[in-house]
């Protein structure tokens, strides 16, 4: 997207794209890791709203660089339909008022499947403007590639404009090699083999993740609790105020 961390991966265009010949980018150094957690949550189709809600609020450059085309809202909501989440995997990180900020799609094109197992996976992340800069982009980059390995994907594919730098550092700092076709970039990501450390560690960000949902959920529910009550005593204190008068 035009602010950081930012891809144009899952939207469908209606158009089929030209292929054209690619030319490799050189990598660039990979980035120091960043230790600090962020709680990815998975989604379910139960958050088909929320994630309308948080596509649609991007802006109309964000919306080109994910899409690599202009998404209205109409199409953001036929994408939306027709995510598969038995099929798919969709993630998302969500503010403390359980707003959706940032949320990545990881496709497993059906093609591509043998066993029942994926062999080539391709990623779309969109963040909220409000929340750029603070590296959700690379965090949920990072989240898929652990669910891609422990799950036995040999490839994990980006499709974004070549103006789209941000995403294509998140990819470039992860190892993936970059080729570039005019005004479009791919990028392809050979994930290492699971281990038992790599399924521990999903799991336990897993469950972390449902637990700080879960406390923002309470605390959005005392909240509002809270300002119910205060209603209703302004409520009885004008009443009262009435009559007295």
């Known amino acids: 997207m035009s602010v950081p961390d930012r891809t144009?991966?899952?939207?469908?265009?209606?158009?089929?794209?030209?292929?054209?010949?690619?030319?490799?980018?050189?990598?660039?150094?990979?980035?120091?890791?960043?230790?600090?957690?962020?709680?990815?949550?998975?989604?379910?189709?139960r958050h088909r709203e929320r994630i309308a809600a948080?596509?649609?609020a991007l802006q109309s450059s964000d919306r080109y660089l994910r899409s690599v085309y202009p998404a209205t809202d109409?199409?953001?909501?036929?994408?939306?339909?027709?995510?598969?989440f038995e099929h798919d995997e969709v993630f998302g990180i969500f503010s403390r008022r359980l707003e959706l900020i940032a949320m990545a799609h990881l496709a497993h094109p059906v093609a591509t499947t043998t066993v029942g197992r994926p062999t080539m996976s391709e990623f779309g992340v969109s963040v909220l403007p409000?929340?750029?800069n603070r590296r959700f982009g690379k965090r949920l980059f990072e989240h898929a590639v652990l669910h891609a390995r422990n799950r036995g994907v040999e490839t994990?594919?980006?499709?974004?404009?070549?103006?789209?730098?941000?995403?294509?550092?998140?990819?470039r700092d992860a190892g993936s090699t970059v080729e570039r076709a005019g005004s479009e970039s791919e990028a392809w990501l050979k994930p290492p083999p699971?281990?038992?450390?790599?399924?521990?560690?999903?799991?336990?960000?897993?469950?972390?993740?449902?637990?700080?949902?879960?406390?923002?959920?309470?605390?959005?529910?005392?909240?509002?609790?809270?300002?119910?009550?205060?209603?209703?005593?302004?409520?009885?204190?004008?009443?009262?105020?009435?009559?007295?008068?």
């Open 8 to 45: 144009n991966t899952a939207l469908p265009e209606n158009e089929a794209r030209t292929p054209t010949a690619a030319a490799s980018v050189p990598l660039a150094p990979r980035a120091a890791p960043n230790w600090t957690w962020v709680p990815i949550r998975s989604l379910t189709p």
């Open 54 to 56: 948080h596509l649609i």
């Open 74 to 84: 109409g199409q953001i909501s036929n994408y939306v339909d027709m995510l598969d």
């Open 130 to 132: 409000h929340a750029s």
């Open 156 to 171: 994990l594919f980006v499709h974004a404009l070549s103006e789209n730098r941000a995403m294509l550092r998140i990819a």
């Open 194 to 245: 699971d281990t038992l450390a790599s399924h521990v560690g999903e799991l336990v960000g897993h469950q972390a993740a449902e637990l700080d949902y879960r406390f923002k959920l309470h605390a959005r529910q005392v909240s509002t609790l809270l300002d119910v009550v205060a209603e209703v005593k302004t409520s009885l204190a004008k009443a009262a105020h009435v009559a007295e008068e």
